[in-house]
């Protein structure tokens, strides 16, 4: 899949990858029906085939592991008690 960590972090909730796809449809009908520029169809027709794919076929189901950093272990023979 394209999409980076940060991208797949900000299209997590389902209402913003259902927006875009949303949006690439609506787009994708205008030029079809009314401007009839088969250019621009075809384009937006590949982009909204591409979003398809990656929003909600190959997109991540479940959330990434929350990997916490573990803090450092202190040196050997060092116990913090200052002795």
């Known amino acids: ?45 590949a982009a909204l085939a591409y979003t398809l794919y990656n929003f909600f076929y190959a997109f991540p189901k479940e959330d990434p592991a929350n990997e916490q950093i573990q803090p450092p272990n202190p040196p050997e023979g060092n116990d913090g008690s200052g002795s």
């Open 1 to 45: 899949m394209a999409l980076k960590q940060n991208d797949l972090t900000w299209f997590r909730p389902m209402w913003r990858r259902v927006a875009v796809a949303v949006f690439l449809t609506a787009w994708l009908a205008w030029e079809l029906l009314w401007s009839r520029d088969t250019f621009w169809a075809l384009l937006v027709g």
